[in-house]
């Protein structure tokens, strides 16, 4: 094994130069071991873990500087760390899971710095950096620490702010894990639901009525309950937003037709989607707001809200991202599964669009065939002799043929 006789300053700018000259190399080292360490970071978006690959660099070049200047973190350093500690305190990282990324990070770079140049380093330059690295997650523990606080306070300052900033933070998926959501919005006393009403509407006044005019509408929605119909749970909240001139809302399972009248009286369309967990909201949204800008007017001539199986009919049409014919099949010819007379009914039927001339094709009576078409929409919700639900019908068929 060699030994440089550098000294101790030229020895370790070496080793900072080979480090940084790598940069990208060691990156993605401390990414890795941040993600096999910590459960919640292995769910962050790709933006997310990119911004976790930033802050990774810029902070091991600042130490590897400091550590060859004899120096430590300065104000500014701190104050880039504040920033940090309130923007996970916005997207609703936990505090203790991010501290202990810093330290899983600070862990890694001297693993790597020892594994690439311990023939080159002294005790003395390895002290130096461990002590660096202790004073270093110290200080930018109190940063991160205060700037979490700080961001926290302004949440609860103005409460309602906060609950639509969840709401958006929700909808573009900026959330690490679900105990985040679950903190941030005990933070913030609302409960979500654990597979809520998601809500996008539209409408030529919807922008400019605001806020506070699309969440009365929804608490109207919420409080008119059928004297038959159960109570929701006590403590599910509601999130309301209105942005890009979308009225947005994460919502309890409500009647459709109390929801459907409120939104009606003003004049505004919807799509309403049920059945989708908290992890899965922002594909709910995506495809909510896809079906809402791209569905036909006869869409909405067969129901005042549309719903989930609308926009998977209108996500695979179009090719959509978040398209699955598999869900559009399940939803729409799911009750006709154990019915092969129905669903041969219904393949004559859109072949013809005659009640008639699918009788004489199926060999039955017309009543009988249209008595089958009525069974068709009380069990899959869409009713064939409509144009729209036919549409939606057919290309359900179509989704599951070779």
Do not use: K, N
């Not at 080793?15 to 096999?36: M, Q």
């Not at 091991?60 to 305190?89: N, Y």
């Not at 900033?165 to 690490?176: I, Q, Y």
Request: glycine share 8%; with cysteine.
């Amino acid at each position: 094994m060699s030994v440089h006789h550098l000294s101790a300053d030229a020895g370790r700018r070496e080793i900072r130069d080979e480090l940084l000259a790598d940069l990208e190399g060691v990156t993605a080292s401390i990414v890795e071991a941040v993600t096999a360490e910590i459960p919640a970071y292995t769910v962050l978006a790709p933006a997310q873990l990119e911004e976790v690959g930033a802050i990774a660099a810029w902070g091991t070049a600042r130490v590897l500087d400091a550590w060859v200047e004899g120096t430590s973190l300065d104000e500014a350093d701190l104050q880039r760390f504040r920033g940090i500690g309130a923007a996970r305190a916005l997207d609703g990282r936990p505090l203790p899971v991010v501290l202990r990324a810093y330290r899983v990070a600070g862990s890694s770079v001297t693993d790597l710095v020892a594994a690439r140049a311990l023939d080159r380093l002294s005790v003395a330059d390895a002290l130096a950096l461990a002590r660096l690295w202790m004073a270093s997650i110290d200080a930018l523990s109190e940063a991160l620490y205060a700037g979490h606080a700080a961001a926290t306070v302004r949440i609860s300052d103005d409460r309602e702010l906060a609950l639509g900033d969840l709401l958006a933070d929700l909808v573009a998926g900026r959330h690490a894990t679900r105990s985040a959501i679950a903190d941030r919005s005990r933070q913030l006393g609302v409960r979500l639901p654990e597979h809520p009403l998601v809500l996008v509407a539209t409408g030529g006044s919807l922008a400019e009525a605001g806020e506070a005019a699309w969440a009365s509408c929804l608490a109207q929605a919420c409080t008119t309950q059928p004297s038959s119909a159960p109570a929701p749970p006590s403590g599910l909240g509601r999130l309301t937003r209105v942005q890009d001139g979308l009225g947005l809302a994460v919502l309890p399972q409500v009647p459709r037709a109390a929801l459907a009248a409120a939104l009606r009286s003003r004049g505004w369309s919807a799509v309403a989607l049920g059945g989708h967990g908290i992890d899965d909201l922002p594909r709910a949204f995506r495809l909510a707001e896809h079906a809402l800008t791209h569905a036909p007017a006869r869409a909405f001539e067969a129901r005042d809200l549309l719903d989930d199986a609308d926009a998977a009919a209108l996500a695979l049409a179009s090719g959509h991202r978040d398209a699955d014919a598999t869900r559009l099949h399940r939803l729409v010819l799911g009750p006709l599964g154990r019915h092969p007379v129905l669903l041969h009914s219904l393949d004559v039927y859109l072949a013809t669009g005659s009640a008639s001339d699918a009788a004489t094709l199926a060999g039955c009576h017309p009543q009988t065939m249209r008595q089958r078409l009525r069974r068709i929409g009380e069990l899959s919700g869409r009713d064939p002799r409509r144009g729209w639900d036919r549409f939606v019908l057919e290309l359900a068929r179509l989704s599951q043929r070779d």
